[in-house]
């Protein structure tokens, strides 16, 4: 079945934020939201940029938006675009070419465009754009590329200018504040004369003609950034080249990648979408991982959370190792900093970033979220106490070296990652009278409830990825670590206090959580006042309750259904889902892992299309306190297909060799999975 494409029809202002999310385009390095090109700045577009940092005194460091070379004005007799109503408007992604459209009819004239991020490609961003007479009139198009642009902590660029260079090009440069030369050059061409403009912030050509009725004006429109002068690669010297090339490539990136559901519907949509919108972020270019919102801009500081490990990674090694490898190469150049931050905590060995950026130093501050009422910032402890990151780092470099058998990064500073992490647990730990290790002032995944002590999900985690490594290295005889070292590691993990089921098969998901207040939380969202308030921290609401934000105990069952018995997943997936919020999009899908383990099918599929289609429906959070948190969810797609592939049919990969126990529900059987094993595509059907 060819996939729908995604389309948007007389959208009111309420559904800019969620088509601008999930109508991105994109190629793993740049991306552009789904926003109309004539309102800029007004609705949040952005030229985004993975990779490059900048931070203005003492506002929070954040990625860099590059100047966008895609806006355009339009005026005829009847008025001007922007500020006319249009008789019939329309976005649609085609979601199998990696190309959106736009069309918006007016009485007078029709204003198509159509752009993408060339797969696989460099820092470039590519758009057509024609208006079209529908009945005799004078059109002026403007298109020009603009140094006014979005930015959330800004300015980034206290230098700035514009220019025209000899070849007609027009080129936007700026110095960031931390000294980062960023230049981009606007390459277009057109069917009618044209006549260059420079104003204050924006610089391109006007377009002048009288058409008839069906004449227009064509512009072709090529978007080039370089950073520090680097030319990743060289522009495309066609657009329709360049389009052809793209049309190609992300096509069979696409359909190499899809699932194909027997019955067509909303999953099929959602499954597709979420195929999508991983591809987009795949990179081949340079290990910077994928922030937590991709590039859908600075939200979140655009930074890396352990999002790509848990929900990311999978798909990348079902699909493209080589794009993982990648992932994993950003978390091995990462450990100075990771080394670093442990050190200014006063620890040992690698304590990774909760928040981070392009060296791995840690980009969270203490005070992360502000109070909607008073603007007053509010102490949270992401930065210094949610410790379960550096573990789930080392998992996501062993899944990738137990899938591929790449052995090899381990030699080239994964075996250092390793041995920094296990440093960091056994610095970190408290050994008490049990004679077991115990972690104190932790968060955990549910991120609610601060400073608490034997978090079930990190303590369990620790112990379990630790063992597994160790199990898998003696297995392959790796040599590049010790022997005695291993027995070191393995001695410690053995001693670590994990919370075990009790006699009910509950597992307590910190220490002394059963004595919180026994409130579901469809009750207890009657107590929120503002929509925006933190419901977690000192003074949070949800803090002296069982109300969790996401999958934490969960999670852990979710991720490790091998070390409980059946009777504990099923019960302790049914105790913890009426107290969770679920609201962080990390959620639905540990949810529908773990109910997929529990042969709860039904709800497994529910789960997962509530991940699939988060960007489509939109509804998110978009404020933490007072800070703003929209942008598009990486990890619920990540999510979506974690629960198909590794759920539903129960696909693992071990050295290079992809094997599956699926647990279909009868509405799905018939499915055609697809997917890479050594590289070369494949097709299973269920």
């Known amino acids: 079945m060819r996939p729908r494409s995604l389309i948007a029809r007389e959208y009111s202002p309420a559904d800019l934020e969620r088509i601008a999310n999930a109508f991105l385009v994109g190629n793993g390095r740049v991306g552009y939201k789904g926003t109309r090109e004539e309102h800029g700045k007004e609705e949040r577009s952005v030229f985004s940029l993975i990779g490059t940092y900048d931070q203005r005194e003492d506002k929070w460091r954040e990625p860099i938006n590059l100047f966008d070379p895609l806006p355009f004005r339009v005026e005829t007799a009847l008025g001007t675009i922007p500020g006319r109503e249009a008789l019939h408007r329309e976005f649609r992604l085609d979601m199998r070419h990696g190309i959106l459209y736009r069309k918006d009819v007016y009485e007078d004239i029709e204003v198509r465009t159509e752009r993408f991020c060339p797969y696989g490609g460099g820092l470039h961003l590519l758009q057509k754009i024609e208006v079209r007479a529908r009945k005799e009139t004078k059109v002026l198009l403007s298109s020009f590329l603009t140094t006014d642009i979005h930015e959330i902590n800004g300015p980034h660029f206290p230098e700035k200018s514009l220019s025209f260079l000899e070849d007609g090009s027009v080129l936007a440069s700026g110095i960031t504040n931390e ?28 377009y002048e003609a009288a058409l008839r009725q069906g004449e227009r004006i064509l512009l072709r429109k090529i978007g080039e950034a370089r950073i520090d002068g680097e030319i990743e690669e060289e522009a495309p010297l066609s657009y329709e080249e360049a389009r052809r090339r793209h049309l190609f490539s992300f096509e069979r990136a696409f359909e190499e990648a899809r699932a194909i559901l027997p019955r067509k519907g909303e999953l099929q949509k959602g499954i597709d979408h979420a195929v999508y919108s991983l591809l987009i972020l795949g990179n081949h270019r340079k290990a910077t991982s994928i922030p937590a919102r991709g590039l859908s801009g600075q939200v979140y500081k655009g930074a890396i959370f352990w999002d790509t490990e848990m929900f990311l990674l999978p798909f990348f090694l079902l699909t493209d ?45 203490l005070y992360n979220v502000t109070d909607p009422k008073t603007g007053e910032p509010i102490r949270t402890y992401f930065a210094d106490c949610q410790i379960h990151i550096s573990i789930d780092v080392l998992h996501g470099l062993m899944e990738y070296v137990r899938a591929t058998g790449d052995l090899g990064i381990l030699d080239e500073g994964g075996k250092e990652v390793l041995r920094e992490v296990v440093r960091f647990y056994k610095s970190r730990a408290s050994l008490k009278e049990d004679g077991l290790f115990h972690f104190r002032g932790v968060i955990g995944p549910d991120e609610y409830h601060e400073l608490v002590d034997d978090n079930a999900y990190t303590n369990a985690m620790v112990r379990f ?4 490594a160790v199990s898998y290295l003696r297995k392959k005889g790796y040599g590049g670590i010790p022997e005695e070292d291993l027995k070191g590691w393995l001695r410690f993990a053995r001693r670590i206090h994990v919370p075990k089921p009790g006699k009910d098969g509950f597992i307590e998901q910190f220490d002394g959580y059963f004595a919180l207040e026994d409130v579901k939380y469809r009750e207890f969202r009657k107590r929120i006042e503002d929509p925006k308030e933190y419901l977690g921290g000192k003074e949070g609401k949800a803090t002296p309750t069982r109300v969790i934000k996401q999958a934490d105990v969960v999670a852990l069952l979710a991720l490790h259904p091998e070390r409980y018995s059946p009777e504990v997943l099923k019960r302790n997936l049914r105790f913890y889902e009426p107290y969770t919020e679920g609201g962080s999009s990390l959620s639905n899908s540990m949810y529908g892992l773990l109910s997929a383990w529990c042969g709860e099918l039904g709800k497994a599929v529910r789960y997962m299309r509530e991940s699939a289609l988060t960007d489509i429906r939109g509804g998110k959070k978009l404020f933490a306190g007072g800070i703003y948190i929209g942008g598009s969810h990486p990890a619920a797609m990540g999510g979506a297909y974690l629960d198909l592939a590794r759920g539903l049919l129960g696909a693992r990969i071990k050295e290079g060799k992809v ?5 279909l529900p009868e509405g799905m059987r018939g499915m055609r999975y697809r997917y890479k094993e050594g590289g070369v595509p494949k097709e299973r059907k269920f």
Request: glycine letters at 10%; a negative charge; hydrophobic letters at 35%.
């Open 179 to 206: 000294g980062r030369k960023v230049e981009v050059i606007l390459h277009e061409e057109g069917n009618h004369e044209r006549r260059p403009f420079l104003e204050k912030e924006r610089a391109g050509y006007l």
């Open 465 to 468: 990825e630790i063992e597994d």
């Open 321 to 365: 190792q080589e794009a993982a490898r990648l992932l994993v190469q950003y978390r091995i150049n990462t450990l100075p900093g990771a080394i670093r931050k442990a050190r200014e905590f006063g620890f040992e060995g690698a304590f990774y970033a909760w928040e981070s950026q392009e060296d791995g130093v840690e980009g969270c501050s």
């Open 659 to 663: 094997r599956f126990s699926p647990r």
